[in-house]
């Protein structure tokens, strides 16, 4: 079954969901504009090709409590470049 195929059943089930979606996670490296290296998690949900506009929306965590988001977008391309991800520096 397909990750829409699954979205669908369970949108179809008679106890009031809604916004359903299936999560990526991805654990990754990075080097901070100081130059030391950061532990960040990268969550991110799709919603099915049946979301529109709002099909991905993309969560970043760090090991010592930074996040960045962004708007949802119809494409992950567009989700993932429209994140704040400067504010893993802050």
Request: some cysteine; aromatic content about 6%; charged content about 25%.
């Amino acid at each position: 079954m397909s990750a829409d195929e699954t979205i669908k059943a369970l949108k179809e089930l008679p106890i009031g969901l809604f916004e359903i979606s299936q999560k990526s996670t991805f654990h990754c490296y990075r080097h901070k504009k100081d130059g030391s290296i950061q532990e960040v998690t990268i969550d991110i949900y799709d919603a099915g090709q049946g979301a529109g506009q709002v099909r991905f929306h993309c969560i970043a965590t760090t090991d010592d409590g930074k996040l960045a988001t962004g708007n949802a977008a119809d494409t992950l391309e567009t989700t993932i470049s429209i994140v704040h991800w400067d504010d893993l520096d802050r």
